[in-house]
């Protein structure tokens, strides 16, 4: 396609991307009381192979040309890494402190029981040949597990501002074991490609340069951006200069981790988690937020949702072999996580809270397969029976949470109520005390 052609699709689908999983995410919240997010999660979905080019393939291929797929591509890219920005910018270290030792033993957890769960299924699956050709019973237990046990932290975060969680510890302690748990199983997938001839240079980037940059930003981080909270505080606000310079900030983390072999949108968590407290995040969330929220994040659904085809689990053999894929994936890491919490002293109410909130997998997990898709380590039957546990341990977490601890804390007080969290209150409205 010509440039003038590319600028002519992509704004069309500005318009359609936003008009889907606004009215979407709408008809979710209204009358099936699930957050935004699974709207605009549905909505990419719909948006895709799925339905629209299902029922008008025509339609569908002139609104998402092949050749303006890179251009969503890596404007999906930036809206899930600011959004994960945005988030970190509100992150309670305090609170993280406090509940370190459930975040690790949650994140562990997290991981180990699901691997156990992919080393018992996956020589069945082997058996079954929905793996690609060549692939050893190492690789093929490596990726299940890595995409049994992964938590969809970008959703996490947004169920987490929608329930009105952002300011609990219950929040933090989520927040921080999924964040170690998605790095974790990004290193898993890293050294399951470095096993396909990328070398081991592949594995060592992911474990050693993201372990690095991680380390970095959060010890030396809020020291090095010191100075400019103190210039954002002698102008008395966020001026563009001061922007341009955290927006320049974000692009280097970003990239980083991509660079590392892992994602970008730990890129923007570590920095929004290093930057300093008080006016420089409350400006910078006002002039950030809205404009992510609203246009870039749905990017990053329906990219994903372009690339889901749920039609392919089209047997009862199939359904059948995605409901234990299913079962077994949500048992193992919610009780896993549960167990955890309970051992490193959280009550049983907010244990099975943190068990359901780490269980929803989103489109992290769907990132991961269509990696795995694309190197041909699994097949297009196992790809879309992996899409279907996604969508349905996403669509999940919510309903659960609420019937386990979200009813009856908030009957207590302990929670506002839901109408009190909407799309134009701050992700990450959080108070300086306390914070790095």
Known sequence: MALSELSVAFFLQVFVIVAACRAMGWIMKRFFDQPQVIGEMI???????????????DVQAMIFPKDAKP???????????LY?????????????????????????????????????LTPWLLNLDLFGKGITSVQA???????????????????????????????SLALSAGAIDDAGAWTVLAIVLASFGGGPEVAIKAIVGGGLFAAFMIVLGP????????WAEREGKVTPQILAVVVM???????????????????????????????????????????????????????????????????????????????????????ACWAAARVTGQDNATAMAVGTLMNARGLMELIIINIGLQKGIIGPALFSMLVVM???????????FELVYGRKAR??????????????EDIVAAPAKGLA
């Open 249 to 335: 900030l974000f692009g280097l983390s970003a990239w980083a981790m991509d660079a590392a072999g892992l994602h970008s949108v730990f890129g923007g968590f570590l920095l929004g988690v290093a930057m300093p407290r008080g006016l420089l995040t409350r400006e910078i969330r006002k002039q950030v937020e809205p404009f992510t929220t609203a246009l870039l994040v749905p990017m990053f659904f329906a990219f994903s949702g372009l690339n889901t085809q749920l039609t392919m689990v089209n047997s009862l053999n199939l359904a059948a072999i995605a409901t234990v894929i299913l079962v077994g994936s949500v048992a193992a890491k919610g009780l």
């Open 141 to 171: 237990t490596l990726f299940m597990g890595a995409c049994i046990s992964i938590t969809a932290f970008p959703v996490l975060a947004r169920i987490i501002q929608e329930r009105g969680l952002t300011k609990t510890p219950l929040g």
């Open 84 to 120: 994960m920005f945005l988030v970190g910018l509100g992150f309670r270290t305090d609170h993280f402190r406090l509940n370190a030792r459930s975040a690790v033993a949650v994140s562990v957890s997290g991981m180990a029981a699901p691997f156990l769960v992919a080393v018992a």
């Open 71 to 81: 251009v969503l591509y890596v404007c999906a890219q930036l809206g899930v890494g």
């Open 43 to 57: 909505a990419g979905v719909i948006l895709g192979p799925s339905l629209l080019g299902l029922l008008a393939p």
């Open 411 to 424: 009957a207590s007080g302990e929670l506002g109520q839901l109408n009190e969290v909407d799309d134009n």
């Open 223 to 230: 020291k090095l951006l010191a100075p400019l909270a103190r």
């Open 390 to 400: 996604a969508i349905v341990t996403t669509l999940m977490a919510s309903p659960l």
